[in-house]
């Protein structure tokens, strides 16, 4: 069984990580969407609120047959490890994130050369959404419509409202 995993903060899990999730979910027989507990990175929503996200999204897309919710906070390899993960899923927009998973890759392979990287362009349309874009514009009042999951955009909308 071929079995990935997909990790990030997800902070929140916008259209742009959608979109890889549904490619990675056609490629692999199980995907693992593992939401990093970071609490150094002061992320708005919750780990469990990020989660109750993904799975919400999971089951409205119709992934929920191979894609499933986790959440780690130590190594990544070593989470995924834990779920027999062979490939670790990540997405690329622009240049700077080449540069940024390059490192990350590196350091993985070093810590577990078993399990490899692989990557998902980003849809030219999505390219310049990120979770960050999503949190600046609603903090602000504008319109988060289609940047992020329709059955989430509420939640996500009066929460950085009140911020
Ligand atoms: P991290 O803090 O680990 O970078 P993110 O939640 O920002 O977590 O992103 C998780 C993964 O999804 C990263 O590989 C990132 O490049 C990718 N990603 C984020 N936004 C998009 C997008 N719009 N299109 C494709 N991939 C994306």
Do not use: W
């Not at 577990?112 to 310049?128: E, G, R």
């Amino acid at each position: 069984m071929r079995i990935g995993v997909y990790p990030g903060s997800f902070d929140p899990f916008t259209i742009g990580h959608l979109d890889v999730l549904k490619s990675a979910a056609e490629l692999f027989d199980k995907v693992y969407v593992a939401v990093l507990n970071n609490a150094g990175k002061s992320p708005v929503f919750s780990v469990e609120e990020r989660v109750k996200m993904i799975d919400r999204v999971i089951e409205t897309a119709g992934l929920e047959s191979n894609c499933f919710s986790g959440t780690f906070g130590g190594l990544l390899v070593d989470y995924a490890s834990s779920v027999s993960a062979s490939h670790i899923i990540r997405g690329l927009r622009v240049v700077t994130d080449f540069e940024y998973e390059f490192q990350i890759d590196a350091v993985n392979r070093h810590l577990m050369d078993t399990i490899t990287t692989v990557y998902f362009m980003a849809n030219p349309s999505h390219s310049f959404l990120s979770s960050s874009n999503v949190k600046e514009i609603g903090r602000y009042g504008g319109s988060i419509e289609g940047l992020v999951p329709p059955c989430n955009e509420h939640f996500i909308r009066e929460r950085l409202a009140r911020q």
